[in-house]
Nanobody, 126 residues
Framework: QVQLVESGGGSVQAGGSLRLSCALSGDSNYNKWMGWSRQRPGKEREGVAAIYSASGNTYYADSVKGRFTISQDNTKNTVYLQMNSLAPEDTAMYYC???????????????????WGQGTQVTVNS
């Protein structure tokens, strides 16, 4: 049974950094997509970053490109989201997700992912 557990959220001042972690259990297959999405108050869930585990290829939404970095540690079955230069508009609930079969063009589409964690709140204060 696939289980995703996020951690690392919190409250930070604008310009600060946070690193989110997503611990995966129940799936050790390298051929999978891991994504981070966020849901801001009153908004739909949006994909912000994704990584294809087998190749390490990464994908980013324009809104976070150059500020966020997704990475993986396959020995720990964990995916990270390093978030730098945070701004108040980054305030959201952040979710980790897994999907086994995706086209790369769909990597940032949250609705394409089957398995989800419970989320971790990120609040950026101005």
């Amino acid at each position: 049974q696939v289980q995703l557990v996020e951690s690392g959220g919190g409250s930070v001042q604008a310009g600060g950094s946070l690193r989110l972690s997503c611990a995966l259990s129940g799936d050790s297959n390298y051929n999978k997509w891991m994504g981070w999405s966020r849901q801001r108050p009153g908004k739909e869930r949006e994909g912000v970053a994704a990584i294809y585990s087998a190749s390490g290829n990464t994908y980013y939404a324009d809104s976070v490109k150059g500020r966020f970095t997704i990475s993986q540690d396959n020995t720990k079955n964990t995916v990270y989201l390093q978030m730098n230069s945070l701004a108040p508009e980054d305030t959201a609930m952040y979710y980790c997700a897994l999907e086994r079969n995706l086209w790369p063009t769909d990597a940032l589409i949250a609705s394409q992912y089957k398995y989800w964690g419970q989320g971790t709140q990120v609040t950026v204060n101005s």
